[in-house]
């Protein structure tokens, strides 16, 4: 029986297989987390791999991307992948946590499952000190970029194989952590993610979370045994407003404080809090995953080498990377920053549009198809706000504070950010960004139970505002493809 072998980071992985085998299906059998934003189709180009032995030969896609693709590779004997993973930049940062009666006693662990990521950190209780931190890419994402993606593949069954990977990943985040803090075990745990995540995390079956009217049959707020582990995961508000953004509100603390205020986390899905005068208003918006550099022509993740900040300096573009390392593409950061400076030079207008491609750095540029997908998610966000606000008769004015929550949002500039209309410009000065807001509010239900408490009021107060089909919210997109708003043009 021919052997397939990957040398991951120099450590040899082995599995046997019968017939002719894509690559990407041998990789999520192994555990192997492989980004696939195309869900396989072929025609982005982000699944390169490095691959020798007895293949397929080359596809018309594979040809035209000049490299061997995971999703269109199949193995046909032996054969050897060498993959080296990058340090990315994940969010880990959390903000003040207060001890007050804490879930247990010993360690405790919070776990934020994103789309993309998963981070997990380890808490004193009896102190209530952060002890260690893991993170690491969230490995269904070989499986699909997306949560609709991941819904339909778990409905064509692959949500056991879906729970795995996310099991596997947790348990290895958990072990590295208690490696770091010196510590052997953990007594209890809360598990925070959207409701997707929190059903792939049970195998639970999603086909509800799938077609209209969309309505999760649990929304969670349920205590079980999980790892081995008490585990709590908190209650979601809507199928498509998840138990983190229940987690980030109560972090932002905007619901103990009379002003309005309005929380964003924006990314492939964004979601939207707005609380006035005792009411919480949420919703969420499909944004795309061009703000986490998918689908974009030299789009990569917050890997060292990827384009995080764009300027003008005297006419001319600057930029800088991560880890001041030489440009490998560009992070949903830099792109906005990129947008907004050649907005500000006028080689793109307020319509999108550019006369040529847009050169950042040796072999990296922006082409009319990027400006296009930024537009679209953009489009989506500044809509969902938009709307928002006008279902609940809200002004920008009245708006005391935004709260930016997310790995995205931590490292976006306010002002390119305003300048191509992702956020209202009357905001740019009220924004205060909180970190992975899930992970410090799921800490602060580790450390104190009134906290837990309160999360469930949260949740239970929440009113959902539908976007789909909503007369208002079509109309507002249309209008907020144009880049710019009226300062700035």
Not at 34 to 40: K, L, M
């Amino acid at each position: 029986m021919p052997t397939f072998t990957v040398i991951l980071d120099g450590v040899v992985h082995k599995t046997e297989f019968t017939g002719a085998p894509l690559v990407s299906t041998l990789l999520q059998q192994m555990g192997i987390a492989h980004d696939h934003p195309c869900t396989g189709r072929g025609f982005c180009g982000k699944c390169a791999i490095d691959i020798s032995g007895d293949v397929s030969d080359p596809t018309e896609d594979e040809i035209r991307f000049g490299t061997r693709l995971s999703c269109q590779c199949h193995v046909l004997g032996d054969a050897t992948m060498v993959k080296n993973t990058d340090e990315n930049r994940i969010e880990t940062d959390v903000t003040t946590l207060t001890l007050g009666s804490p879930m247990g006693q010993g360690i405790g662990a919070a776990v934020d499952i994103g789309t993309t990521t998963v981070v997990a950190a380890l808490v004193d209780l009896e102190s209530g000190k952060i002890l260690s931190r893991a993170s690491a890419m969230n490995p269904q994402r070989s499986i699909s970029a997306d949560v609709m993606g991941r819904i339909s593949a778990a409905m064509e069954g692959k949500g056991d194989l879906m729970q795995k990977q996310i099991a596997d990943c947790i348990e290895n985040l958990l072990s590295q952590a208690c490696k770091d803090a010196n510590v052997e075990t953990v007594s209890c745990m809360v598990l925070s993610g959207n409701t997707t995540m929190l059903y792939l995390l049970n195998a639970r079956d999603p086909k509800c979370l799938s077609a209209s009217p969309f309505e999760a049959d649990t929304l969670f707020d349920v205590q079980q045994d999980y790892l081995g582990i008490r585990s709590y995961l908190p209650k979601c508000m809507h199928a498509f407003v998840g138990a983190d953004i229940t987690a980030a509100v109560l972090a932002s603390g905007m619901t103990e404080k009379r002003d309005t205020a309005l929380l964003c986390d924006i990314g492939t899905n964004g979601e939207l809090a707005l609380w006035k005068d005792g009411k919480l208003f949420v919703t969420s918006t499909a944004a795309g995953p061009a703000f986490e550099g998918a689908g974009i022509s030299c789009g990569v993740g917050s890997v060292t080498g990827a384009i995080d900040s764009v300027r003008v300096e005297d006419e001319e573009i600057r930029c800088t990377t991560i880890g001041n390392a030489p440009a490998v593409g560009i992070c949903g950061s830099g792109l906005v920053d990129a947008v907004a400076a050649f907005l500000e030079l006028e080689y793109i207008d307020e319509t999108g549009a550019a006369d040529e491609d847009l050169i950042l750095a040796d072999g990296i540029e922006l082409q009319q198809a990027d400006i296009r997908a930024l537009q679209l998610a953009k489009a989506a966000i500044a809509a969902g706000i938009q709307t928002l606000l006008e279902e609940a008769s809200v002004s920008y004015d009245e708006i005391s504070t935004l709260y930016i929550a997310g790995g995205f949002g931590s490292h976006l500039n306010a002002d390119s950010a305003a300048k191509i209309g992702l956020i209202p410009g009357e905001l740019k000065e009220k924004v205060q960004v909180i970190g992975n807001a899930s992970l410090t509010g799921s800490l602060q239900m580790l450390l104190d139970t009134a906290s837990l408490e309160r999360s469930r009021i949260i949740a239970a107060q929440s009113t959902h505002i539908s976007l789909g089909g909503n007369p208002k919210f079509n109309q507002n997109y249309m209008e907020q493809m144009l880049f710019g708003d009226d300062d700035f043009f």
